[in-house]
Nanobody, 124 residues
Framework: EVQLVESGGGLVQPGGSLRLSCAAS????????IGWFRQAPGKEREGVSC????????NSADFVKGRFTISSDNAKNSVYLQMNNLEREDTAVYYC?????????????????WGQGTQVTVSS
């Protein structure tokens, strides 16, 4: 069974850091892109950051550049999102998703397997 499990969310003060993990099971990360998305209450889901496992190409939304870093560990079949300098506006449920791809150079692919999400709350 293909499964993605997010972890690492929680409550953090503004300016703090969290590291989200996305553990994949039932498939290997090879020939996939993994994306992080988020959805805040009353807002549409938006893309945060993604990585193409084939060649390490990454892409991030403008609102997280310089603050969030996506990385992967193929040996652990996991992808991570290091979030620094968190802002109240980063409060949301964060999801990881997987999309199969044979291509390199982009992680902007169709994502069709999703995790259940992990809550991130930034508040003092």
């Amino acid at each position: 069974e293909v499964q993605l499990v997010e972890s690492g969310g929680g409550l953090v003060q503004p300016g703090g850091s969290l590291r989200l993990s996305c553990a994949a099971s039932g498939f290997t990360l090879d020939y996939h892109a993994i994306g992080w998305f988020r959805q805040a209450p009353g807002k549409e889901r938006e893309g945060v950051s993604c990585i193409n496992i084939n060649d390490g190409t990454t892409n991030s939304a403008d609102f997280v550049k310089g603050r969030f870093t996506i990385s992967s560990d193929n040996a652990k079949n996991s992808v991570y999102l290091q979030m620094n300098n968190l802002e109240r506006e980063d409060t949301a449920v964060y999801y990881c998703a997987a999309g199969r791809t044979m291509h390199r150079g982009t992680c902007l692919v169709s994502y069709d397997n999703w995790g259940q999400g992990t809550q991130v709350t930034v508040s003092s």
